[in-house]
């Protein structure tokens, strides 16, 4: 079988929409099927994507817009030999899979791709959304075009159940092939993870999330740590990650006077190293479909204070397992965190409550599951095709 993944995602080279998508490429490469992953191509490929090429998927890389009339020139002059036609669409033509998986980092990226949406009509495929906004004001013409969009796919996945509700309403339609999944999880081999040994810094609270203000919200955050009543409190806020906004981060931490409690951790792959010197994990996040981090944390033992964003609350239960933000504001995150504070002493028998409530309902093999319903629509197509074309007697 021939599987062809498409990442929609154009503002980063890496992110957590991009974990379901590449383990299901390898996956599928090691049973032996053919692979072709497309992406934007940025100046340094991230470490999974090399992963897929090294083990064998055809890679096809996107060149990113840009505004110069040069830019633009030049790629409309290559096009012209071929009426238009994108090279991305000349190649899935000639690759010829089976069956596609569009991925978008949101959840109508597609939307803008309207070459490829086109071509998408000759072959089936599964569309996944990572994200949502709300609020957001759809136009009549703009809401049918997008659901005529989710009803051409096979399924629409989606990560939260707040994420469908909310798409249902701004859609004004059931979206009648959609369904929540998870995302695997970054997990260290032994969990829950043990506290080490606190030191006098204080509590230990840590955001883990790329350093974009606009969705992830450590901004705010860092505002609700200046109200009166944090200056006595002993503790340390540590933000690990990277992106575009770290200079932004550095220079608001100096202007909230902050330095002696913040700071930034750079990018840690190893979880268990994350947890073994952390106490407790805050999602500040304005925007967010599912936190992979939210679950990795709680399998690891620590209690989370989170804005009620995408799966927050299908995860985390007030005041048992965490503390529930009801909005990312500094007034609403400064009193979820005071509320968590108050009852520091119970961290972790919290953390230990939030592992219990996760293992129960996490789900072992999302990558295997999707795999088998793609290979499944797959056939389900060649059989139909087989049978339209046996001759009538």
């Known amino acids: ?101 569009i991925n978008q980092a949101g959840w109508m990226d597609l939307f803008f791709h309207q070459q490829l949406l086109d071509w998408l009509r000759r072959v089936p495929f599964i569309l996944a959304c990572h994200n949502y906004q709300d609020p957001v004001r759809q136009r009549d013409f703009s809401r049918a075009l997008l659901t005529d969009m989710y009803s051409r796919a096979k399924e629409v996945l989606m990560i939260s159940d707040n994420q469908l509700r909310t798409l249902q309403r701004q859609l004004v339609d059931p979206i009648a092939n959609a369904r929540v999944i998870q995302n695997p999880l970054n997990l260290p081999a032994t969990y829950p993870v043990p506290r080490n040994v606190q030191t006098n810094g204080g509590l230990q ?122 909005t990312a504001s500094a007034i609403s995150l400064n009193r979820a965190l005071s509320r968590a504070w108050a009852r520091r002493a119970d961290w972790p028998a919290i953390g230990t409550l939030a592992a219990e409530r996760v293992r129960q309902r996490i789900e072992i093999e999302p990558v295997g599951e999707l795999l088998r319903r793609l290979v499944g629509y797959a056939t389900d197509s060649a059989t139909s095709g087989r049978r339209e074309r046996r001759p009538q007697g």
């Open 1 to 101: 079988m021939r599987v062809a993944f498409v990442s929609l995602m154009y503002d980063a080279p890496w992110g957590g929409s991009e974990v379901l998508w590449t383990h299901t490429a390898a996956r599928a490469l090691a049973e032996g099927h053919e692979v072709m992953a497309s992406f934007y191509a940025w100046p340094e490929m991230a470490a999974p994507l090399q992963a897929l090429a090294a083990a064998g998927a055809q890679i096809l890389l996107r060149t990113r817009y840009q505004p110069s009339l040069r830019h633009r020139a030049v790629n409309w002059l290559a096009r012209l030999p071929w009426g238009g036609e994108l090279p991305e669409i000349r190649a899935l033509t000639r690759f010829k899979p089976d069956v596609v998986l």
């Open 205 to 326: 609270l840590a955001v883990v999330a790329s350093f974009d203000v606009d969705r992830k919200g450590q901004d705010v955050l860092l505002q609700a740590l200046t109200a009166p009543e944090w200056a006595s409190r002993r503790f340390q806020l540590n933000f690990y990650g990277q992106g575009p906004d770290q200079a932004y981060l550095e220079k608001l931490i100096q202007f909230y006077r902050l330095t002696d409690r913040v700071r930034l951790r750079g990018h840690v792959a190893d979880t268990a190293a994350i947890w073994r010197e952390n106490d407790l994990l805050i999602i500040p996040s304005r925007i967010e479909s599912g936190p992979m981090v939210l679950q990795e944390a709680m399998l690891c033992g620590r209690p989370v204070v989170a804005a009620d964003v995408g799966m927050v609350r299908d995860w985390l239960d007030d005041d048992e397992t965490g503390f529930i933000a009801d």
